[in-house]
Each structure stands twice: as structure tokens, then as C-alpha cells.
């Protein structure tokens, strides 16, 4: 670990001497603090869990000190119905984890170790600032490369195919490997963002090239105070469907039906293509969900425009799927 602080440190100062941000900050000193406040992050999740087959039972990935208390963000899928959490420091330590919180819509999990970390903790930035060409830094503790220097290589929306959508998702390059909650440090050593995934068009090209889609961690300020109390926010959820989607050429189609949730129960089937909302033709999943966003919270009535796949005629019908609050189909422990 030693030897690995020493190369970071070297390709650290280099990566961001070159930097156009002018109040580049960084020390080898800050650099290590940095580096001891990244864990890797592992779960546990039963059998019985909804995201048991999906996202599978055992999950590993990265997380960042953030508090002088133990408080760990990392990425909400690899704790997301987790019966227990274990923390790695860096120096091979380690530490069983509490889950503070999940929240769906920003993809954040918040965890608590269970025993003193005593590291420093990483300081928040700000993801409004980064834009494109900024040089930052992906970081975890895990695998062969656990750090990449990279460039943002640009912020736009995202849509993933679980009904999420990110207004102005942070996408770097070149692709981290460990990527799912790592911290995403800019050139004055502050948190600009956690790793969610790797994507085949992260800069859309030409020529295209593969890279990372970070959260911006502005997106967790606000609702903070709530996962802190309630392990949620506690505004109105946003309405869940029960489908996985994905798009070709601007068409909407089912891919998978979640059994027993919303859609399910609507008649709903993969292979269905979803044409509009309430009569207003949509164009791509963004435009999709930020349609269904816009009929208001869980609970609302969505009526979708749909070509069925199992029709017997090229006809579209309307199909209305009552809503629900993901949180309450989640068999999350308490905490989750």
C-alpha cells in the first residue's frame, strides 16, 4: 500500500499540474489523507431480496470517508436490501458498517462504520464547478488499478434503464474499472462526484469512447439532513412503474416486467414499445421519465401510450399503470 500512496502521489502531481483549474492544491501530504479515506465496501444481501437476482447477493465496490464520524458515501446498488455491510480501510482493516440510508433517485448510500476509522475525512466540492476537459481523479482501493486519472469529458442527462434519471451526469474518460462508488476527486482535493458506471459513450465522439458516469455530489447536499434522520428523503417519491427499458433510435421498449409491481399488474409485457405519455409522443427515456415525473408523485396514475408486442394488430392502446413508491416493494432492513 505503501509503494501504491508513492505512484499516486507521482501521477497525481503531474495529472494536475497540467490542470487548467488555477487553484490547483493539492500536497503528497493531501494526497494521502485523500487515499486513507477511500474503503472498499462490501454486502451481504439475503436471497429473498427483490434486487437479489439483479444486482446478486454479494456486491463489492468503493466508498469515501466523509465525516469525522465514520460516515461512508458510496454507491446506493451495492448496499441497496444488504443484511450486512463490511468496510476495507487501506490499511487492510477490517470493519463492519451500519446502513444510514438509500436514496433511489440520486443513486447515493450512506453507511456508518461500526468501529473508529480515524482518517481524515474527504471535503465536498462542488460538481457545478467541473466541466468539460477538467482533470479529476477516480479513486478505490480494490482490484489491479485502483486509480485513474481522467478528464471530464462532458455533462449532460442520463437515463438508466431502472427508471432513473440524472439531469447532469458527470462522464469521464478514460473508464475507471472500479468504478462503483468511487470518489471522483478534482484538482483541489475535494469530492466531486461517486462512480455508478461504465459506459460505452461517455464522449460521444467522434469517435466514441468508453468511460465512467459519475453522480455529482451537489445532488447530495440538500437531501443530506434527511438520510441522516430518516435513512430517506422525505419529499414526495418520485412515481415507480416496475419496468426496465431500453431505446433504440428514439423508441421507448420493455425489456423486463417487474413481477407483481405496477406495470405488471397494468398488463404490461417485454417487448412492449412505449410510444407516449398521456398522447404526447416521447422521444427517448429522458424524455420519457421526466414525462412521467412531471404527472405528479407515487401513487399517481400514469397513462402510457403503448404498442403492445403481443397485439394482433399494429395498433397503440392506452395502457394506465397506477404508480407506487419503490421504497415500499424494496424488502429493505432497517436502515436501508
Known amino acids: ?38 474503503v472498499v465496501v462490501e454486502a451481504d444481501v439475503p436471497a429473498e431480496a427483490r434486487t437479489a437476482n439483479s444486482l446478486g447477493r454479494t456486491r463489492r465496490g468503493a466508498g469515501v470517508v ?119 476527486i478534482n ?4 469530492l466531486v462526484g461517486i462512480g455508478s458506471l461504465v459506459v460505452n459513450d461517455a464522449f460521444r465522439g467522434p469517435p466514441m469512447m468508453q ?19 430518516s435513512g430517506r428523503r422525505t419529499d414526495p417519491a418520485q412515481p415507480w412503474l416496475g419496468l426496465t427499458t431500453g431505446e433504440t433510435a428514439g423508441r421507448v421498449f420493455v425489456t423486463r416486467v417487474t413481477k407483481d409491481g405496477p406495470a405488471d399488474k397494468a398488463g404490461m409485457q417485454a417487448g412492449d414499445i412505449i410510444m407516449g405519455v398521456d398522447g404526447q409522443t416521447i422521444h427517448g427515456m429522458v424524455d420519457f421519465f421526466r414525462r412521467v415525473r412531471a404527472r405528479g408523485a407515487a401513487g399517481t396514475e400514469i397513462p402510457m401510450d403503448v404498442l403492445p408486442a403481443a397485439g394482433e394488430s399494429m395498433s397503440v392502446g392506452r395502457v394506465v399503470v397506477r404508480s407506487r413508491d419503490r421504497h415500499d416493494w424494496l424488502k429493505l432492513a432497517p436502515g436501508n
Open 66 to 184: 466523509i465525516d469525522g464520524d465514520g460516515l461512508v458515501l458510496t454507491i446506493g446498488y451495492l448496499i441497496l436490501e444488504a443484511s450486512s455491510v463490511n468496510l476495507t480501510d487501506s490499511e487492510g482493516r477490517e470493519i463492519p458498517a451500519s446502513i444510514v440510508a438509500y436514496d433511489h433517485e440520486t443513486g447515493f448510500g450512506l453507511l456508518r462504520a461500526l468501529a473508529p476509522l480515524a482518517v481524515e475525512p474527504v471535503r465536498l466540492g462542488r460538481s457545478s464547478n467541473v466541466g468539460e476537459s477538467d482533470a479529476v481523479l477516480a479513486l478505490s482501493l480494490d482490484g489491479q488499478q485502483p486509480m485513474t486519472p481522467q478528464r471530464v469529458v462532458d455533462r449532460r442527462p442520463f437515463a438508466g434503464y431502472w427508471e432513473y434519471l440524472l439531469e447532469n451526469a458527470i462522464f469521464t474518460a478514460p473508464a475507471h474499472p472500479g468504478f462503483g462508488g468511487a470518489p471522483l
Open 211 to 229: 468511460g465512467n458516469m459519475f453522480v455529482p455530489i451537489d445532488l447530495l447536499k440538500p437531501i443530506m439532513a434527511d438520510l441522516l434522520t
Open 1 to 38: 500500500m505503501r509503494l501504491l500512496h508513492c505512484i499516486t502521489v507521482v501521477v497525481l502531481i503531474g495529472l494536475f499540474a497540467s490542470a487548467s483549474a488555477p487553484a490547483a492544491t493539492l500536497t503528497r501530504e493531501s494526497v494521502r489523507e485523500i487515499l486513507r479515506a477511500v
Open 187 to 190: 484538482p483541489q482535493g475535494e
